[in-house]
């Protein structure tokens, strides 16, 4: 599927949805995909991209921005602590923030560098135990805690599972935010991102979707 039509689609969801046109931003998830198709999506136009390991992102973008000077990039993957000195200069966004020692970590970098990533929560919706994230029942106190250390906080994020119907919790998520005065959204797949759109999401993550499937091999 083309850049365009995951666009076009987007578009006919927030519209079906009563939604402004183009309130949704498309994170293009370019994990393991090889550099000729990050390239080829990049010269089309689109800016924005993810991210799930520090490592890759240091390993591929530096070049990248050399050329497509105004290219954000997002950490959708979880983030060892050790690994967020790091990842404060390579994002402008970490999607993945889950625990109060990373909340801890992040805030004392944020100080000594002066500014920080927008940050969102990853919540658990699901509670799944091989699953990151906040367990929801825990949400509301996080949050709450992360905002006392002067994290910028934008919003949540989650990753349904699989075998559930995944609009319940984009629902959730959605609950979850109103209530603690957040507006960033981040939920939505390649095989589902129609149903985020619907309520509400800001940040829809679609890499197989644009890129074709990725080889792990």
Not at 121 to 144: C, H, R, Y
Request: overall charge negative.
């Amino acid at each position: 599927m083309s850049l365009s039509e995951i666009q076009s689609r987007i578009h006919k969801a927030e519209a079906a949805a009563g939604g402004v046109t183009g309130s949704t931003q498309l994170i293009a998830v370019s994990k393991v995909q090889p550099n000729d198709r990050v390239e080829v999506v990049l010269n089309e136009g689109h800016r924005l991209f993810g991210e799930n390991k520090v490592q890759e992102a240091a390993g591929k973008w530096p070049a990248f921005r050399e050329t497509f000077q105004d290219t954000k990039v997002h950490l959708l993957g979880p983030l060892q602590t050790n690994k967020a000195r790091q990842a404060m200069t390579l994002f402008e966004a970490i999607h993945s923030v889950d625990r109060p020692k990373l909340a801890t970590t992040l805030a004392r970098l944020a100080q000594e560098f002066g500014n920080c990533p927008d940050l969102f929560i990853q919540v658990n919706t699901g509670e799944e135990e091989q699953k990151s994230g906040i367990l929801p029942l825990n949400a509301d106190d996080f949050i709450a805690e992360c905002r006392a250390l002067d994290l910028p906080v934008v919003g949540l994020m989650c990753i349904p599972p699989a075998n559930e119907e995944a609009s319940l919790h984009f629902a959730l998520l959605k609950k979850l935010a109103e209530r603690n005065g957040l507006e960033g959204l981040s939920m939505g797949m390649s095989g589902d991102f129609e149903k985020a759109v619907a309520l509400g999401a800001t940040h829809v993550r679609v890499g197989s979707a644009i890129f074709g499937e990725r080889d792990y091999g």
